[in-house]
């Protein structure tokens, strides 16, 4: 019997990344609070240390899931990963020791962006799969263009609780969708295929996956440009809101209103610009220019100290949102129809690393250069964070984002050699040889010449 409610699409994609995204930018506000609270101390150290374990365990997991996915079906881990992304989410103001014991464990399945590709690269044609990961990726910022300001005032008006209500009602609405209207998207005859084929620990083994992507010289170069792209991305996630409210002392208004401005410019980057660059300028050159993007508005932050710089580079980092759908485009490109949920995987996790080792290395080098970022202690409902202007100006206020426009550099430098998307037939003249999909069936083989992006956690640089 047909599960779901009509065909799959990436509609059904877009509205489960959207209710997720939208859960949690909810607690933006409440979580500054909760985190404080219970570590007054060393916020951003435990802040560090608990996303390192989340991305450490994501990392190790990602491959396995999206394994696992091309055997078995995406909408039974779509279901999974959802429900274990937002579980921790009743459990803030219950307890917040087991809320952040929950948040580090949970990221064993925090890799609900692989899942959501994997399903799109299904039921879309390989041309239209650039403007649907657009789409997709234009959906996470889309959720992140108000709720953080919903939340908030929220939170002023009628306390934290109210949030993390609806914050878990928006949850199980997400987990109810998944159950009654998300069709499967992969064909039974892939499942039929691989339904019987063991899983070998080798599969499940994260680093056994990068040691075969190391033999295929594209593979190497795309995970790379990854890896070194969005460090800097997730560390800059984890500190951009107070470093806005204390080093260039935005009021709590003005940062909600950035967040939805820089939300908005991102949506119209990844639909109609992307789709207008893919057609004109090509896949590869996309991704170069959104990486050209990203090293300007990380350098921007990185030396502005004005308010207008900061709006100014928000423009720009709307801009380098392209970045993330075009490798997921170039990436896809070149995997097989029952690799996708594997190489999506891999991707995933490498960027469950990245958010990892992003906010300890942004906290550690401000740190360094004596830029005090844990006096927060009264993020209450009337966001009491005072602010501390420097008694002197400093050269470079934002080090850390100095840094990462280094990185995206190298990345940028990497990203040069990846050569063109292969023509079809020689894809699949390869792909005959043996393609090494974790599914079972074929094992041996180093992974598809395939750069794999994906996620998002963000991936799209609302914030």
């Known amino acids: 019997m047909q599960q779901g409610i009509g065909k799959p699409s990436v509609y059904h994609a877009v509205v489960v990344i959207f209710l997720e995204f939208f859960a949690w930018g909810l607690l933006t506000t409440p979580m500054l609070t909760v985190l404080h609270e219970t570590f007054p101390q060393h916020t951003f150290l435990m802040n560090g240390l608990i996303q390192g374990v989340k991305g450490l365990l994501s990392f190790m997991s990602a491959p396995l899931i999206g394994a696992l996915s091309d055997v078995w079906g995406r909408r039974s881990f779509l279901l999974v990963t959802v429900f274990f992304t937002c579980a921790p989410i009743p459990l803030m103001r219950l307890s917040p020791w087991w809320y952040f014991a929950m948040i580090s464990v949970s990221g064993a399945f925090s890799v609900t962006f692989s899942v959501i590709f994997a399903y799109v690269a299904d039921v879309t044609e390989e041309r239209e799969r650039s403007t649907a990961y657009g789409l997709v990726s234009a959906t996470f910022a889309a959720s992140l263009v108000t709720s953080p300001a ?10 934290d609780n109210l949030v993390v209500l609806v914050a878990t009602l928006i949850a199980l609405a997400d987990i109810c969708f998944i159950l009654l209207a998300v069709p499967e998207s992969l064909p039974d005859k892939m499942r039929l295929n691989t339904w019987g084929a063991p899983i070998s620990w080798e599969q499940a083994d994260p680093f056994a996956s990068l040691r075969k992507v190391g033999k295929d010289t594209t593979v190497l170069l795309i995970c790379i440009t990854v890896f070194l792209s969005y460090l800097p991305e997730a560390g800059q996630y984890s500190s951009f809101f107070l470093y806005l409210r204390q ?131 009264p993020i209450q409902a ?82």
């Open 150 to 159: 919903i939340g908030a005032y929220l939170s002023a008006n009628y306390g």
């Open 247 to 377: 080093v260039i002392n935005f009021s709590p208004t003005t940062i909600a209103v950035f967040i939805g401005v820089v939300g908005i410019l991102s949506i119209l980057a990844q639909t109609l610009f992307l789709t207008l660059l893919m057609r004109t300028i090509g896949n590869k050159n996309t991704v170069l220019l959104g990486l050209g993007f990203q090293i300007l508005q990380l350098a921007w932050y990185g030396l502005g100290s004005e308010p207008w710089m900061m709006w100014a580079a928000g423009a720009v980092a709307a801009m380098s949102s392209i970045t993330f759908p075009a490798v997921s485009a170039l990436v896809s490109r070149s995997a097989d129809p029952d690799q996708q949920g594997l190489v999506q995987g891999m991707i995933t996790g490498i960027r469950g690393l990245c958010n990892g080792l992003g906010p300890a290395l942004y906290g550690f080098i401000f740190f360094l250069f004596n830029v005090e970022l844990s006096g927060i202690a």
């Open 382 to 463: 009337d966001y009491g964070i005072p602010l501390q202007a420097p008694s002197e100006r400093v050269v470079v206020p934002g080090p850390p984002f100095l840094l990462g426009s280094c990185t995206v550099l190298v990345a940028f430098l990497v990203a040069l050699f990846i050569p063109e998307h292969q023509p079809a037939a020689a894809k699949t003249s390869q792909e005959r040889k043996g393609s090494g999909s974790l599914a079972g069936a074929h094992v041996n083989t180093p992974l598809p010449g395939s750069d794999e992006d994906f996620e998002p956690l963000l991936e799209d640089s609302t914030v």
